[in-house]
């Protein structure tokens, strides 16, 4: 069973910093990416950062571009991200999640949860103005 778990949420003002980390257990079980995705209440869960983790190729959602730095340390099984110049509007509970193949992302430029079939318990985000 591959086990996600989050940690580095908390509460920051406007224009603050957080690193989130996500230590997993998956490296025993040939999922190929990482990804960190939010979920505000009363919206949808989107995909924020993906990295693949043989090459370390990143992806980022236009929101959080320039913002946001994902990141690995394969010794730790730990991926990291590093969160700067954060807005109300990044308020969110954040999870970590890994998948085999994350196909729309290849095929459609873009972060689907249903191609990431292993979940993290989320960690939570304030952020005030």
């Known amino acids: 069973q591959v086990q996600l778990a989050e940690s580095g949420g908390g509460s920051v003002q406007a224009g603050g910093s957080l690193r989130l980390s996500c230590v997993t257990s998956?490296?025993?079980?040939?999922?190929?990416?990482m990804g960190w995705f939010r979920q505000a209440p009363g919206k949808e869960r989107e995909g924020v950062a993906a990295?693949?983790?043989?090459?370390?190729?990143?992806f980022y959602a236009d929101s959080v571009k320039g913002r946001f730095t994902i990141s690995q340390d394969n010794a730790k099984n730990t991926v990291y991200l590093q969160m700067n110049s954060l807005k109300p509007e990044d308020t969110a509970m954040y999870y970590c999640?890994?998948?085999?193949?994350?196909?729309?992302?290849?095929?459609?430029?873009?972060?689907?949860?249903?191609?990431?079939?292993?979940w993290g318990q989320g960690t939570q985000v304030t952020v005030s103005s």
């Open positions: 999640a890994a998948a085999f193949a994350p196909r729309s992302l290849v095929i459609h430029g873009r972060l689907d949860i249903s191609d990431f079939p292993y």
């Open positions: 998956r490296y025993t079980y040939n999922t190929n990416c």
């Open positions: 990295i693949y983790s043989s090459s370390g190729v990143t």
